[in-house]
């Protein structure tokens, strides 16, 4: 046996128990205890082990680490940190400012779709970042070779690490022989191969070598596409969230006009107007003082309205009456050298100018100190003074060796018709004799309290306005119109993959449209099916989009205007209520109010005619199919040749015709020698198509017929005119469409069918009647084909986005997987030496 | 498996040589990779040397490391893992540019106002990246001129690896760390002068002047050890939590308006000058544009100052930092070794 030297200086130094066990209050540890023992010369037991990632421990685990986090913290500033707890704060770190991003972002000044969006692609991104090493590593691995690459083990010092991180320190120690044999078994490692737990832990290292290389490689392009996959999945139930959100938040604002109207109150003209009346108050009204409070109340105005400030502004602070008193004559007698000089010396023009002492004595002499007058008073005055600079000349003549002046040329020197250039004019109007009194400061704080008021009115209506019907992708209108249009293809049942296939062709769409429109109009469930759908489309609109909402709207916005107007007019602010209600304020035309009045009127109607010319055109389809109230093509006295003609351009045009098509282009090249004699009814083949027995059949040359001035009004009331068919009449009755739908043809039949046809002026259908183009093209809506090849593109879009990324990513993912079963791919030792011992 | 480290058979010779040494006759031996470096050697940080360092390890993390990790090589180590961890940002970078940049195929992202989100999500990620990296040096410069100390200061690092075969001859390669990167084993014995003729203490001398503990210390090395570990720890620590808040400023900048300019005439053709001055000159006005807009905000109250704030707090995190490094509290007193050590208390050397 060989000599313990610990032993030896033990029994040497006379050391036992005994010795530290006499002193009090002596720490737990004791090194002769130790010593004696035995057991402080053995390294200590190590107590390392694997973490529970279950999800029971993970509250227990969290906890742990925040205590481990707030530790670090404290030891990483105290200069203590070891390099564990400095890679935690790196963690703290990236939390910290991850918190901080998400607070900036929801601070941020943004519409509310962009910041979720912002927020959903941020936390998408984050959220692909850590699924993918879940879902392409993870996952595989634990089911092709049992492996956890995602395992954390906590280290003799209580220190969390994740097991794979360092692939040549793998600590092994930490699984059980039963857990290894597990792994090896599950990867068919053969159950009598010699130190067959080294050969597995060798598998292993590979694994998650190759594992960990495989997710850095893959993260970078599997993130971003996963991402965007998120994002475009979750933005369409993001934008009814926020579209329903809105539009309630919207209404409620309105509701709550008083209280909207306050929290929208921005008080800086009120302001400005203080600290300018604090300034000028009592000092005479030049034109400096008018032109300063003119900006002040125009900036940031419209422009119109500001001009009409401006005019007033203007009139109110008009200058009168001007004093007379001796500050002016140094400026009289200044003006009137400067005009001289222009023609003669200026030393001659000094001597000859009325002295200020000369000006002061006229002023006195006269009676005129210390007096206010009217311009128009002061042609004595100006007699007088350009009397003494004659006076002056002639002085000056007499002396001798003077050149000779002309009295008479000096006088037309210093006297012009223009105010402005007459220097003596110029000068007696040099002070104002109004000032910036009491009651003007009145006058001009009451017209900003009123424009500071009205500007708070005009934010909230302008951002109902906006939010409600504004081109904008987040008004609720927009967000109604794309839902309805996005399910209309689906109602009417047509074929995606040829929808998709004409999204190049407008006439090929037109084809696929009519086909289908002739399919659905000519059987009746189908019919009473598609109409019934997109009548509740429709309607959902009005659900949306209340007709009581827009009637609120318009009278706060009435009520706005003639309150401001009446305010304004008692500060006789007369050119600025011109302009905001009009020169006739009953009907308010060309008026600011009108513009807002009808930008949300026409912005409704241009969607809502939208789908009411489907509904329209569907319903006349139906009408022509069943010959009921078609009068056109089931009157007797129409030839089969012509009703054949309106029939066709009846079905065209519902399909395709612009605003602009009815006003120029609305002309129909047919036969001029029609059949007169057959006079047979319309008949249709079994699909429902027209059968014709004389369009297309023969070969003729064709023109529009001039003289048939009812072939127009024919078509246009058998598109848009009489009752609609009976069984959409009972479809649309009990969802209020009827009404809004027939008033919806009258108008088209009146002001479309009304308007002048210049090529052939005589062809209108009823009485001419007046309209605006914009009035027309809100009409005519959208044509059905352009409404269809821009739904095709859309989808087609998606769906090729979709199938790009969305095949990128699932070729990323096969790839990522697949390559997992070439993984842990290890040579079986051949052992020649049979006496090797095994351990398994 | 124990592989004999020396072939007696090829005479090859495994430690890593340098490139200028005389090269002997044996073609073998010609064939043998040759290192910049045959053993570990300190470099000056500077620009060059970063730029160096950034490249190398940029190529083999894009190259050498995947091929070596995707083996299941015995070599790929934690280093490697580390130097592959740049790949996903500037891959992903590019993938968001491509996935939201598609827009003249596909409009599906016009109507939700995507694709300028995506593509700010995109320059957001880069300007994370690279918000983070710059930040570093807001606190390590000013330590660096305040206490002399460099937290960056890089060596190269000569790697003996196990060979991959039997006949494996290229078993030597280099990596690139940091003096400091370890506060628990910095590797010290980079910083002493050998065989130069310096006084082998000058690095610590420099430092032990400029923490003001005078010159001429006997050992300044061990005197000054302790409190440059405690400068690391408190500017790691420091710059750790700052430079995450850093990188939030460079994607706030990132999510700002003006950079619909930029993406409006960006693009991939740089083989078109016309083009690429054009996105270069507009990359610049935008950049300023929207650190601008960054900073002013929009509104009031915290939405206009939310900009103002995030920089305050990037700010305020990295001047706190340096101050607190800068506060060292164990500056030894001078006192001699006798005084250190209390003979009446027992202790234990572990």
């Known amino acids: 046996m060989r000599t313990n030297l610990i032993q030896n200086y033990i029994v040497n130094n006379n050391l036992s128990m005994g010795s530290s066990q006499k002193q009090e209050n002596t720490p737990s540890f004791s090194v002769q205890d130790k010593l004696y023992n035995r057991t402080f010369i053995k390294p200590l037991p190590p107590t390392a082990k694997l973490v529970n990632g279950s999800i029971l421990n993970a509250p227990a685990e969290l906890v742990k680490d925040w205590v481990y986090e707030a530790k670090s913290f404290k030891n990483g500033f105290a200069g203590k940190a070891n390099d564990h707890e400095l890679g935690k704060l790196n963690d703290v770190g990236m939390k910290l400012g991850g918190l901080a991003i998400a607070c900036y972002l929801a601070a941020r000044k943004a519409t509310p779709l962009t910041k979720v969006m912002e927020f959903v692609g941020l936390g998408s991104f984050l959220g692909a970042m850590s699924l993918w090493p879940k879902l392409a590593i993870q996952l595989p691995a634990k089911l092709i070779h049992n492996i956890n690459t995602r395992q954390a083990y906590e280290d003799s010092n209580g220190r969390k690490k994740p097991f794979p991180l360092d692939t040549q320190f793998l600590p092994f120690d930490l699984f059980s022989d039963k857990k290894i044999d597990k792994i090896g078994d599950w990867q068919r490692v053969p159950k009598d191969l010699p130190n067959r737990r080294d050969f597995i832990q060798e598998k292993m290292r590979k694994e998650y070598v190759q594992n960990n290389t495989l997710w850095m490689m893959t993260a970078g392009f599997a993130t971003p596409v996963m991402s965007a996959l998120i994002c475009n999945v979750s933005t369409p139930y993001i934008e009814k969230f926020l579209a329903n959100r809105d539009n309630k938040l919207n209404e409620k604002m309105l509701e709550a006009f008083p209280k909207s109207v306050e929290a929208a109150k921005d008080n800086s003209l009120l302001d400005r107007v203080n600290t300018f009346i604090q300034f000028n108050k009592d000092k005479p009204l030049n034109d400096n003082v008018r032109k300063e409070l003119s900006s002040i109340f125009t900036q940031g105005i419209n422009p119109v309205l500001a001009d009409g400030i401006e005019l007033d502004i203007e009139n109110l602070l008009e200058n009168k009456k001007f004093i007379i008193d001796n500050s002016i004559t140094e400026y009289i007698n200044k003006n009137i050298t400067l005009t001289l000089t222009n023609s003669i010396d200026e030393d001659i023009a000094k001597q000859i100018v009325p002295t200020t002492d000369q000006i002061s004595a006229i002023f006195e002499k006269g009676g005129y100190l210390n007096k206010a007058y009217e311009p128009q008073e002061h042609t004595k005055l100006i007699y007088e003074l350009r009397s003494a600079l004659i006076d002056n000349v002639n002085s000056f003549n007499k002396i001798e060796g003077n050149p000779k002046l002309n009295p008479d040329f000096i006088e037309d020197l210093v006297s012009n018709v223009d105010l402005q250039a007459d220097p003596i004019k110029k000068g007696l109007k040099k002070v104002p004799a109004r000032t910036f009194d009491v009651e003007l400061q009145k006058t001009v704080k009451s017209i900003a309290e009123t424009l500071t008021d009205f500007n708070a009115k005009q934010a909230v209506l302008h951002r109902y306005a906006y939010k409600k019907v504004a081109h904008a992708a987040d008004s609720t209108l927009a967000f109604e119109y794309n839902k309805i249009t996005g399910q209309i293809a689906k109602i009417l049942k047509i074929d995606p993959k040829e929808f998709e296939n004409m999204r190049y062709d407008r006439e090929l769409m037109n084809k696929l449209i009519r086909s289908t429109f002739i399919r659905i109009a000519s059987d009746k469930q189908e019919y009473t099916s598609v109409m019934t759908q997109l009548a509740d489309l429709v309607s959902g609109l009005d659900t949306n989009i209340k007709d009581s909402d827009i009637s609120s709207f318009n009278k706060h916005l009435s009520n706005s205007f003639s309150d401001t107007a009446t305010e304004l007019n008692s500060s006789g602010m007369k050119h600025t209520v011109d302009r905001l209600l009009g020169l006739n304020p009953q009907s308010g035309r060309g008026s600011y109010r009108k513009v807002m009045e009808d930008f949300v009127a026409d912005r409704l109607h241009g969607v809502k005619y939208a789908m009411y010319r489907l509904i329209s055109s569907l319903d006349m389809f139906r009408r022509i199919e069943t010959l009921e109230n078609a009068s056109v093509l089931t009157n007797p006295e129409i030839p089969r040749e012509v009703k054949e003609a309106h029939l066709e351009m009846s079905m065209r045009e519902a399909l395709q015709a612009h605003s602009s098509d009815y006003a120029i282009k609305f002309y129909d090249p047919r036969n001029p020698h029609f059949n007169t004699q057959d006079k047979s009814p319309i008949e249709f083949n079994a699909d429902g198509t027209p059968n014709y027995k004389y369009l297309g059949k023969e070969k003729l040359k064709k023109v529009d017929v001039p003289q048939d001035y009812k072939y127009f009004q024919n078509t246009m009331d058998l598109m848009h005119g009489g009752s609609m068919h009976s069984e959409t009449e009972a479809i649309l009755k009990p969802k209020n469409l009827l009404e809004k739908l027939n008033d919806y043809r009258k108008n088209i039949v009146e002001i479309i069918g009304g308007e002048k046809y210049f090529i052939k002026p005589e062809h209108i259908a009823t009485i001419e009647k007046e309209s605006t183009s914009e009035q027309r093209f809100l009409l005519s809506g959208i044509s059905l084909d352009e409404l269809f090849t821009k739904l095709s593109n859309q989808k087609y879009n998606t769906k090729s986005w979709l199938k790009t990324f969305g095949g990128f990513g699932a070729g990323l993912l096969a790839v990522t997987v697949l390559a997992q079963f070439f993984f842990g791919k290890t040579k079986i030792p051949e052992y020649k030496d049979n006496k090797v011992q095994k351990n398994a | ?350």
């Not at chain 2, 940029?58 to 995947?66: E, H, K, R, S």
């Not at chain 2, 196990?162 to 506060?183: C, F, M, N, R, W």
């Not at chain 2, 999510?255 to 610049?284: G, H």
């Open chain 2, 1 to 350: 498996m124990i592989l004999p480290i020396n072939s007696a058979n090829n005479r090859i010779n495994f430690s890593a040589e340098k490139k200028s040494e005389p090269q002997t006759t044996n073609p073998l031996e010609d064939s043998v990779k040759k290192l910049p470096y045959s053993h570990d050697t300190l470099l000056k940080n500077n620009f060059w040397t970063r730029t160096r360092i950034g490249f190398d390890k940029f190529t083999n993390a894009m190259t050498l490391y995947p091929a070596k990790g995707l083996k299941g090589s015995r070599n790929s180590n934690f280093y490697e893992f580390l130097t592959m961890g740049s790949v996903p940002y500037l891959v992903g970078s590019l993938m968001l540019m491509s996935v939201f940049n598609t827009n003249s195929k596909f409009n599906v992202f016009g109507r939700s106002k995507a694709a300028p989100l995506g593509r700010k999500m995109a320059l957001g990620v880069l300007f994370y990246g690279l918000a983070k990296q710059i930040s570093k040096s807001f606190i390590s410069t000013p330590v660096k001129a305040l206490t002399g100390v460099d937290m960056n200061v890089p060596y190269a690092k000569v790697v003996y690896e196990h060979p991959e075969y039997v006949d494996d001859s290229d078993i030597t390669s280099v990596e690139y760390h940091k003096v400091y990167e370890s506060v628990d084993f910095p590797y010290w014995q980079m910083l002493y002068n050998e065989n130069n003729g310096k006084p082998r203490n000058e690095y610590f001398d420099k430092i032990a002047q400029k923490l003001g503990m005078g010159t001429n210390l006997n050992d300044s090395d061990q005197e000054v050890k302790p409190l440059i570990k405690e400068v690391i720890t408190k500017a790691r620590a420091a710059t750790n939590i700052s430079s995450y808040l850093w990188a939030a400023v460079g994607l706030g900048v990132a999510f700002q308006e003006p950079w619909d300019d930029f993406f409006k005439v960006m693009t991939w053709k740089f083989w078109d000058k016309q083009k690429i001055v054009k996105a270069a000159t507009t990359f610049k006005d935008s950049l300023f544009d929207s650190a601008k807009a960054f900073y002013h905000g929009e509104g009031k109250g915290f939405t206009k100052h939310a900009g103002k704030f995030l920089l305050g707090a990037a700010a305020a995190s990295t001047i706190l930092g340096i101050i607190n490094v800068m506060n060292i509290s164990g500056k030894p007193a001078k006192m001699s070794a006798g005084d250190v050590i209390d003979k009446k208390e027992k202790y234990v050397v572990n």
